[in-house]
């Protein structure tokens, strides 16, 4: 995802970005690269709420809360 995310931040596209960072930090969080996938959520998570997409944001939340575990 990371030419994606790099291609939707040009393009100006900041809810897809913000989608496009969930699947791979999901993933890192089953590979338990938590740090890695911290990261991701973090960035999705700013997104989300500068946008006021509240599911999107508890969505990111619960996938926050599984990598810290």
């Given at each position: 995802c990371t030419e994606a995310a790099k291609a939707l931040r040009a393009f100006g596209a900041p809810y897809w970005l913000a989608r496009c960072l969930?699947?791979?930090?999901?993933?890192?969080i089953g590979a338990t690269r938590t740090e890695a996938a911290t990261e991701l959520l973090d960035?999705?998570?700013?997104?989300?709420?500068?946008?006021r997409a509240a599911p999107w944001?508890?969505?990111?939340?619960?996938?926050?809360?599984?990598?810290v575990r």
């Open positions: 969930l699947d791979p930090a999901d993933f890192l960035e999705a998570e700013r997104i989300f709420t500068s946008l944001v508890e969505r990111t939340q619960r996938s926050l809360t599984l990598a």
